[in-house]
């Protein structure tokens, strides 16, 4: 069982640092950049933005002296061994040290007539696609996930995923506690009479809820309970609060995102039991005399919630992370919106962060999943040993 | 199936049924009993005045900070705020202002002229990353401290006589310098807390200020909250108490909020773009448009075939029937542009913007035969590049035929996401693209600089000698009425060589309940909350009998 847990835990690593180095390689192949908005902005202002988010690195001085003025202007390619500026060295030589590699100059820093030293700053370049994935992958293992441009420095992507994760978790366990507890239950009423009156309700009510989706039933329910009815307030989320005031806000993200996977929930439970119920070890049961419930409760219900568990692992990432509709639809500051808006505006260290975390999460609850599984059904046990 | 949904559609159709009445509904409201407002705003980038570059930000954060002047209420000029008066030298380069006296941040301490040295110097180093320093640049040396090629901040045009006289050396003269004197880059911020709690500093529990309302609470993506500053140096003219800022991205939710009363104000958020002409249309007491100094164009590269020839260009801008566009596609009141400059400088520059072309597919079918395609004969299709939006490809589809139609030229549409377009704009890698400007500082300039030939927003690829040379000699002069002759100039010039295709002038709607008195039309769509109060009884009475009743703008800053 150890070796089995190291094992998918080490596959965990590689998933995710795979999943991390396609991220990383798709935003910086999608056009545009995080620095433009509505308006271009002036060189020197954006070269002002690159430095602040180690999108710029400085090409030290080699030699130490005054410097009588740049060769070289921002926006430049510079090929390895070009000058790049003239110094006049402390013995009134002048010297122009030169490129080292193939560099993209941003700035210039400081101004003829400075003094330098050895190592300090004479230009500012773009690094390298290399050299940011070095980096970022680097700063990843170590859980920094640097800040967000969004922000302009002022707020690390881990603060602001901290704000809002226990919001979408919040979310996420009060919605999947609706779900599994309506899913699986009608689920179970429709498979033990299948084509009853009520097997019909709960399955047409389930398709119904399937079909819609949160984009319809979000905005249908705030229609009618928030601006119809005005029975419950939209907005101001805060975790934990259940005053009233506080509470009603929850009511209805909770239940459309409930509903929804109720109604997966519920029929993947009614084709599970339509499956189990017919098999021999549940007529086996019936035939040594026990009375129904227990032969649904201990004997059938097992099997039949196999494939609710398979597709809990899924779903669990799925909604504890947050739905970027719903809570788009009723306010949540939740982690949902961050998976669009962090793509849309180019915020490269907050579009890794959510994708690491969702990843993380959709790793953890498979194996959390798998291990479930191995305790419910005697046969994965087996494979798995 | 279908009985069980009726009980929806009833809930539908009563939301639509009620829209009429909703009028004489919000007439019958009462009067609010507390000192409190509540608006909706998209979240906000940031909290420190530095680095304020977007609408949210800045529509809360002035109601926090105050410079030397501040935002009229209304079309006025300037007003007074942390400055007492002004100076201006003959060549209209030397500011002096003198501050109030006793003017204080929030937690006693006194604003002195260094504070606004430090401040303004504090935007401009590189070390701060500003996004919106440019505005700055206006200043004597800004632009070299803030790009790094020079690094003593004493080049900086600022610089403080005594503690209550700051003496502002301009690159130019700048007749709007006073309009750009309200903005948020130039506000002080308190040396004292920024230095004890460094980049926590604008945070709620950590925040001092000097404005009318102090920041108390913000929760990113929830909530923010203002009170009344007792500290402010007028605050007896300030009526809130309190200022709700509700956040959210979604146009819907904030017009919910509005509708179920729990706002009194759209804020910065727009209308729901299915709501929009029926609102406009049903004639509510709460509807308002104003007009906004944005202008909505096509970039035209005047280096690629067949738009390189001037009378295809001319032809194009001719065969679009803008007056139409307004009327029937973007049915929101938007001025027709004939130009660049939007026509709301009269009051301020006395300057009334050229008139150009208006639709003559006549004209344009002559030039375009001129330019040898009679009938769009001999002409590849052209493509027209626009980003995603449901109004980009509304106006597209419009002009793409309305060229089929009146001159038999074929345009294509691509559609891109916005960075992808910019991207194609800035490369120069099309033949018409889909551009707006909003004005940078309240002046015709901001208009005309976009086609000077080195500007980056000069998507057209146009260069003109002749051009810049005119809005070299509007930058130096310090007299209005032969500025306002060059400017016209200028336009006159942008006209003959038509880089672009104007199409429209913004404007801003919103819902405003009737009672909220002291919001008026501000060119610049500006309006600082300290001038905001509810209708007195005697008020409300007559604006539910139909009377407006306005607050004329305050005496101005001279």
């Not at chain 1, 790049?84 to 013995?91: C, D, K, Q, S, V």
């Not at chain 2, 009327?327 to 709301?344: E, F, S, W, Y």
Request: net charge neutral; charged share 20%.
């Amino acid at each position: 069982m150890a070796r089995y847990l190291l094992h998918r835990l080490l596959a965990g690593l590689l998933t995710l640092w795979v999943v991390a180095s396609l991220a990383f390689g798709l935003m910086r192949l999608a056009p545009g950049g995080p620095f433009q908005k509505d308006k271009p902005l002036a060189p020197a202002v954006e070269a002002n933005l690159r430095r602040t988010f180690g999108l710029a690195a400085d090409v030290p001085s080699p030699a130490a002296g005054t410097l009588v003025r740049f060769l070289v202007r921002p926006g430049q390619q510079v090929a390895a061994g070009a000058p790049l500026a003239e110094i006049r060295l402390e013995n009134n030589v002048l010297t122009q040290p030169s490129a080292s590699r193939d560099l993209a100059v941003i700035a210039q820093v400081g101004a003829p007539g400075r003094v330098l030293r050895v190592g300090d700053p004479l230009l500012a370049r773009a690094t390298s696609g290399w050299e940011q994935y070095g980096h970022a992958m680097w700063s990843y293992a170590h859980l920094d996930f640097g800040v967000t441009y969004a922000s302009e420095g002022a707020d690390t992507v881990l603060a602001t995923l901290a704000r809002a994760f226990p919001v979408s978790l919040e979310l996420g366990i009060w919605a999947l506690f609706l779900a599994l507890v309506v899913g699986v239950s009608a689920g179970l009423v429709s498979g033990l009479k299948p084509n009853s009156r009520l097997d019909h309700v709960a399955m047409t009510g389930a398709l119904l809820a399937v079909s819609m989706s949160s984009i319809v039933l979000g905005p249908l329910f705030k229609l009618i309970f928030c601006v119809q009815l005005r029975w419950l307030d939209v907005g101001g989320w805060q975790p934990l609060a259940f005053d009233w005031p506080h509470a009603q806000v929850k009511i209805l993200p909770v239940l459309t995102l409930g509903l929804i996977y109720a109604a997966w929930f519920a029929r993947l439970t009614r084709a599970g039991m339509l499956e189990v119920i017919r098999q021999d070890f549940v007529r086996t049961a019936r035939a040594k005399g026990l009375p129904e419930r227990l032969v649904v409760l201990r004997h059938a219900f097992r099997g039949a919630i196999l494939p609710v568990v398979s597709f809990l692992g899924p779903a669990l990432a799925g909604i504890v992370t947050g739905s970027t509709v719903i809570e788009q639809v009723f306010q949540v500051p939740g982690v949902g919106e961050f998976f669009v808006t962090s793509a849309v505006n180019r915020d490269y260290p907050m579009v890794m962060g959510t994708v690491v975390l969702y990843s993380s999460l959709l790793i953890a609850a498979n194996l959390f999943v798998d291990l479930l599984q191995a305790a419910l059904d005697p046969r994965v046990r087996g494979d798995n040993g | 199936m279908r009985l069980r949904l009726l009980p929806l559609l009833c809930l539908l159709a009563c939301a639509c049924g009620r829209a009429a009445d909703r009028g004489a509904e919000l007439l019958a409201e009462p009067l609010p009993a507390g000192r409190h407002l509540s608006f909706a705003s998209g979240g906000m980038e940031f909290l420190d005045p530095a680095k304020i570059a977007e609408t949210a930000g800045h529509h809360l954060m002035m109601n926090v900070f105050e410079g030397l002047y501040v935002y009229n209420r209304g079309d006025g000029p300037p007003v007074p705020s942390m400055a007492e008066r002004h100076e201006v030298s003959a060549d209209g380069k030397t500011w002096t202002v003198h501050l109030r006296p006793g003017v204080t941040w929030s937690d006693g301490v006194a604003i002195t002229a260094d504070d606004f040295v430090w401040s303004w110097r504090r935007v401009l180093d590189p070390k701060t990353g500003s996004r919106a320093a440019q505005l700055l640049w206006f200043l004597e040396g800004a632009q070299a401290f803030n790009e790094g090629a020079v690094t003593d901040p004493e080049t900086v045009g600022v610089h403080a006589l005594d503690a209550r006289t700051l003496v502002i050396r301009l690159k130019n003269p700048t007749p709007f310098f006073l309009d750009l004197l309200c903005e948020m880059q130039f506000v002080p911020t308190p040396r004292h807390v920024v230095a004890r709690w460094g980049d926590a500093w604008s945070r709620p529990e950590h925040i001092v200020s000097n404005g009318p309302f102090l920041l108390v609470k913000h929760e990113d993506r929830v909530i923010s909250e203002l009170v009344k500053n007792p500290r402010y140096w007028d605050a007896a003219n300030v009526w809130l108490e309190k200022i709700s800022v509700l956040h959210t991205e979604s146009d819907q939710t904030a017009f919910d909020w509005y509708e179920v009363g729990k706002t009194q104000w759209q804020g910065d958020t727009s209308l729901p773009v299915d709501r929009a002409p029926g609102l406009r249309a049903s004639g509510r007491p709460d509807f308002h448009s104003d007009p906004k100094l944005c202008s909505y164009y096509f970039s035209v590269r005047v280096d690629r075939p067949p738009m390189d020839d001037v009378r295809v260009r001319k032809a194009v801008n001719l065969a679009i029937d803008k007056e139409r566009l307004a009327l029937h596609i973007l049915r929101g009141g938007q001025p027709v542009a004939t130009n660049t400059v939007p026509d709301l400088f009269r009051t301020s520059h006395g300057y009334t913007p050229f008139q150009g072309d208006g639709f003559d597919p006549e004209r344009g079918r002559q030039l375009l035969a001129d330019a040898g395609h009679p009938q769009g004969r001999g002409l590849a299709p052209i493509t027209l590049y626009f980003n995603t939006g449901e109004g980009h490809r509304l106006i597209a589809e419009f002009v793409q035929r309305n060229l089929q139609e009146n001159l038999g030229v074929q345009v294509q549409l691509a559609n891109m996401e916005w960075g992808t377009l910019l991207k194609t704009l800035l490369a120069g890698d099309f033949a018409i693209g889909r551009s707006s400007w909003c004005a940078d500082y309240p002046d015709p300039l901001t208009f005309l600089e976009v086609f000077h030939s080195q500007s980056k927003a000069n998507y057209s690829g146009y260069k003109s000698a002749e051009y810049d040379g005119v809005l070299a000699a509007i930058q130096a002069e310090p007299d209005m009425t032969r500025r306002n002759v060059l400017l016209r100039r200028a336009e006159e010039i942008l006209d003959r060589d038509l880089p672009l295709t104007p199409l429209y002038h913004y404007t801003w709607s919103y819902l405003l309940r009737p009672f909220v008195l002291g919001y008026e039309r501000h060119a610049q769509d500006m309006h600082p909350l300290k001038y905001i109060r509810w209708a007195t009884p005697d008020e409300w009475a007559r604006i539910r009998r139909g009377a407006v009743v306005t607050l004329p703008p305050l005496p101005g800053g001279q």
